[in-house]
C-alpha cells in the first residue's frame, strides 16, 4: 500500500489518463481491472455520451474508476451534474482553475485531482483542496504547460511546496519510468500514450498505428497560443509550421486549426488533415497491446529495476 493505492483503492499506482477520443469505458474499465485507476475522458463526450459511458463502465468493472473533466468546456456544468447523479467517486479535472469545483465535488464526497505543470499551479491545488495531484511535464502527449517544464525537473520542485500526494506524468511508459519518477518524489503514476497504443482505446487504428511508427523526435509541441498542444508531426502540423512562417494572428491560428480536428485525426483515421496528439515516450512504444499485458509489463520492470537498484555501488 502506497499513498496513491490508498486513496482510490487500487492494486498498483497506475492511473490511466483521461484522453480524449481515446479513453471511453473499455479503456477504463480494462485499466481498472487490471489493477490500475482507470479514468473516462469526458472531453470529447456530449454529456449524455459521458452517461453512458459511466454506465457501461459500472457494469464493466466492480473496481474503482473515475472521470477526466478538462475544464475548458462550455457545457461543464451539466458534465459535472452528470458525474454526481452518477455516483462517480472520482474527478480528475485539467484545464482550468482548481477553485471553481473542487469544494462542490468534496461535499458530494468525491475525491478530486487536479492536473497542473507548475509547482505554482500544485501549490494553488493544494489551496484548493484537492486530494492529490497530477504533475505533468512537456514529454506528455496532448495539451501541455507553456513553460515547458520536464517531468525530471518537475516532480522534485513540486515536492519541494507541496503535501499532497503527488502523482508523475509525461513520458512514463514503462515500469523504469514509473520507479524513476516515484523515486524523485512521485507517489504514482499518470499513463496515457501508452493506454492510446492499446487494444482498449476506442482510437482510431490509423492512430493507433501511427504511434508505433512515431520515432523520437516525431511530436512537438505547438499552437502555444492557443492552447499548447503535443502533435505528431504529420501535414496538418506542418500546416501549422508553414502558417507560423507568416506570423500568423491568433484568429489566422484559430481560423487554421478550424473544428473536431483532434476528432478527425485520432478518432476518425485522418491521417494528414487530424490532429495527432501524442507523448515524446511513443519513439519508445513498439506495439499495440491489451491493457491486462500492458500493467502486467510495468509491473514486472518496476520490480526488476527497483531490485538493481539496491544493488547499485560506486
Ligand atoms: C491522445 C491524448 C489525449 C489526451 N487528452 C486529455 C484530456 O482530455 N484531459 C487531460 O487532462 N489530459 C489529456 N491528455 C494527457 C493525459 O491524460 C496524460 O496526462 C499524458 O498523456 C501523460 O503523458 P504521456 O502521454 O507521456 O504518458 C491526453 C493525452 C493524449 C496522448
Redesign the pocket.
Known sequence: MNKITQLFNIKYPIIQ??????SGYKLASAVSNSGGLGLI?A?SMYPEVLREHIQKCKKATDKPFGV?I?MLYPNLEEIINIVVEEGVKIV?T??GNPKTWTSFLKEKGITVVH?VSSSLFALKAQEAGVDAI?A?GF?????NGRDETTTLTLIPMVKEKIQIPIIA?????TGRGMLATMILGADGV?????F?ASIESSAHNNFKETIVRVKEGGTQLTLKELAPVRLVKNKFYQDVQNLYENCPSKEELIQLLGRARAKKG?FEGDLDEGEL?????AGLIHEILPVEQIIEQMMTEFDVAAKEKAKFEF
Request: zero cysteines; proline letters at 3%.
Open positions: 489518463g483521461g484522453m480524449i477520443w481515446n475522458g472531453g477526466n478538462p480528475f485539467s484545464a492536473v497530477v505533468e514529454e506528455a502527449g496532448g495539451h506524468a509525461g513520458g512514463i511508459a499518470q499513463v496515457g500514450s501508452r492510446a485520432m496528439e501524442i507523448g515524446q515516450i
